[in-house]
């Protein structure tokens, strides 16, 4: 690691053809002298000053410079491919040792086996790049690891613009190592009160990602009677929950938003028999992919469990993000497409019934197209409309119940908020017709949440079988909604 | 990792050959079982469960039935090899592109890249041994770290007893993972003060390696004015100092342990300009080899620093637990060998007052010998005779110099102590005569004692040049000792 010259002669001409101002170039250049300092100083009291200096110039580059540094850290601060090849060559070079592996045989082989112990171990190291120890540094380093992930939302924006494989590499690495730092033995949960520092209660108001919160008296009644709220916080992080959930104590579990956000507690906590998680919300946009939630909802089950034992069933009402704008790309292809190779999306009943409702406010030369009118309508009047809502009911629920169930990007469910709970070992219990009547909520599902439910002992069961054979569990309730689809299709074949 | 039958049959059978005793093979199976299950099991009830069964299991394990475990741990647990080579087949098959590195030319090669990048992950992954599982999952589990520690105490007194290459393996593995979760960032730095727990108290009794404390009252002398004592708490081993430091604040570098073992303090704290750490001591068999010190006495030099700026010089007074070891080993060899060859041990002024001085106390055919038999008598009597110490002390300090300075084991100071706060980055300040009258202190380095100083701006320097060249920073006041020798070594080739 410390072999290198100082600076590195490639990364000086790299960043020097970059930019023609000189004092933008300055810039540039000093922060990336401070990058290859932290990495391969050893004296601490110049160690500390580069990463400070460091993370203080990169905080001031523009978002060019940025892509710029974080390429030349890629791309120069890998690993030695020469020495993992040589290595590799005398790897193969040593003859595995017969495959008897029984206790008694195992002094005659040892010494057959420390070749491979040895190699294995120089390759592990040979295999980590240069920039780990960058990351290492960071990571003990005061406010480090805040700024590892504020470096890592950035990897990801600009592999959102273009797929470079260096960096992709580079985030794979990191990520890796935010997920061995932020596990969940170093992880507290706490319980957010209205006695907690207002600079925490602030980031809650920020970052509440679901239903916002518009005032201090909103965020007061979101932490008081009949409600909690927990976040993971991380010593290296003081003050700032990295991930924190909302939590309802109610009688049943919630088919509605409303039932949710209500003013004044529709019940005694002593009563609850239910807790419905209604927002869980990240603050850092580094740690995505980086699962907390899991953890952290299975925490606050077992806080639960202890606290408030009459509570038996865990529950979320989840909004589904995908659900409309996957429902409309759906209508629109079937719409262009042969009618006999287009999907069956509607019954003919259905058809029927849509084509009748819908004459006096739009037309079509198909249910399909008035169906894809009504619902990509800036005024959303199909929902104001009861003779409109009737008809679209049974399509739109049957076709979200697919949605959840049926419609996958590789083999993970594509919704996002279904994907997060079903790896989590949720189970898909319910879903509720207007539980959203918000003008958000109409857009992105139709006004349509779902229930997914946390069955303590299916937990990570039903993570297992996501994750590896992509099984979804269903309610009987959600699942009858496909059969009846597919008890049509039967008939259809008959 | 959970593509393995349970059990698995090779282990089964290694087993149930070592031992006849039925109850005993019940138990040893039971627990292999639970540490199967604890590596491929996915049910975080049954996993916890299976964790605690193992841990509880092996506790209750005779020392052979442990050592049969986790033999078959690293042996049945450890990597695919197959998958491993089969990976380095497809990597030696890539070519690596040109070397040209420069911003301009990068898009052109990132596509050539991608391979290396994904075999390279696909490695890091593949070279993981199974039972890394077991550590990451005992890592999490509540009382899994103090087990882990535990179980490499155990796989450390096993390999003392006989070098196995595959337990060698598995050490070397656990201690990399340690080193990771006992990182600094994780660690805290608490004052441990008379108004602690009991439970934790009773540790820092129990632990105190260097000057054993003798009763309550001994206990809170340590913990009073005019002295601090500092402990590393990591939050998944709660009242348990991993390791713990002890302070004397004094005026100079004490020069004896009667100094710093005072009843009362010889000075108001406020006047204090030196930090004198006297004791170190580890609570963790199973953490050796993971230095925690080094980061300790640099937080504890910080928070000094921080409370008492007056406080400027942070020394040790340390024991040479080596010293008569090798000096004796040294004097005997030399008498064996033929006069000739051995090495100039003593000085010919030194032979002539030693053989005048011992006449009364012992014979021996030559100064050598009668030093040894000095030294190595159960009477200690040189100690007590004012003539004897008197010509033993040139010889014994300015050896003592040479072991300190020149003695070394593959590139490391012979001496642990002087390894530890050299590989932290002290320098050898001084040598005192008669510093440690005790028995053991007359015993294991004839009484003499060592300051190691630590200062602040060199710690990082020194510990880096000891640690890549085996540099041994030493004051002049050391230095003197052997250069004298050198000059009368000089004149003798003259």
Chains 1, 2 share one sequence.
Not at 79 to 107: A, F, I
Not at 215 to 230: A, H, I, S, T, W
């Amino acid at each position: 690691m410390n072999q290198m010259q100082y600076p590195p002669s490639d990364a000086k001409q790299g960043s020097s053809s970059q930019d023609a101002s000189t004092s933008f170039h300055t810039d540039f250049d000093r922060v990336q002298e401070s990058m290859h300092s932290a990495i391969s100083m050893n004296k601490t009291e110049i160690l500390d000053a580069a990463l400070d200096g460091f993370s203080e110039g990169y905080f001031g580059l523009s978002n060019e410079n940025r892509r710029t540094l974080l390429l030349t850290l890629a791309r120069e601060y890998d690993l030695n491919r020469t020495q993992v090849r040589e290595l590799m060559k005398q790897y193969l070079g040593l003859e595995l040792p017969s495959g008897d592996k029984s206790v008694e045989h195992l002094h005659e082989e040892e010494g057959s086996f420390s070749g491979f112990y040895r190699i294995e171990r120089n390759l592990r190291h040979s295999l980590k790049p240069m920039y780990e120890v960058l990351f290492e540094r960071l990571n003990t380093h005061p406010g480090g690891l805040r700024f590892l992930s504020v470096m890592r939302a950035d990897i990801l924006s600009f592999l959102a613009e273009e797929n470079i494989a260096s960096l992709r590499a580079l985030d794979s690495y990191l990520k890796e190592k935010l997920i061995t730092w932020l596990s969940p033995a170093t992880l507290q949960l706490h319980n957010i009160t209205w006695d907690d520092p207002a600079s925490l209660l602030e980031k809650i108001v920020a970052y509440e990602a679901v239903h916002p919160i518009s005032n201090l008296l909103d965020l007061k009644r979101r932490l008081g009677v009949g409600r909690r709220c927990f976040g993971y916080l991380h010593p290296a992080i003081p003050g700032e929950p990295l991930i924190f959930i909302e939590v309802a104590l109610m009688k049943n579990v919630a088919q509605t938003i409303q039932e949710v956000l209500w003013d004044d507690p529709p019940i005694p906590e002593c009563e609850a028999t239910c807790a419905v998680f209604y927002s869980i919300s990240s603050t850092q946009p580094g740690l995505s992919g980086i699962n907390l939630g899991k953890f952290l909802i299975k925490r606050v089950i077992d806080v639960v469990r202890r606290d408030m034992p009459r509570i038996s069933t865990f529950a979320t009402l989840s909004p589904i993000p995908g659900y409309m704008q996957w429902l409309l790309s759906k209508l629109a292809s079937a719409e262009r497409s042969d009618s006999t190779f287009s999907e069956n999306l509607l019954k003919p009943e259905e058809e029927t019934a849509l084509l009748d409702a819908a004459e006096e406010f739009t037309t079509g030369k198909n249910a399909i197209e008035v169906m894809w009118n009504l619902l990509s309508s800036t005024s959303l009047e199909w929902a104001n409309s009861e003779k409109l809502s009737l008809v679209l009911k049974t399509p739109l629920m049957r076709l979200c119940a697919r949605y959840l169930l049926q419609e996958k990007k590789r083999g993970k469910a594509l919704d996002s908020v279904g994907n997060f709970h079903l790896q989590n070992g949720a189970m898909i219990g319910r879903i509720n017709w207007m539980a959203d009547r918000s003008e958000k909520g109409l857009r992105q599902s139709a006004g349509i949440m779902v229930n997914y439910i946390y069955k303590v002992e299916h937990i990570e069961e039903n993570a297992q079988s996501y994750f590896s054979k992509g099984q979804i569990q269903a309610s009987d309730d959600v699942r009858n909604y496909l059969e009846r689809q597919a008890d049509r299709q039967e008939e259809t074949k008959d």
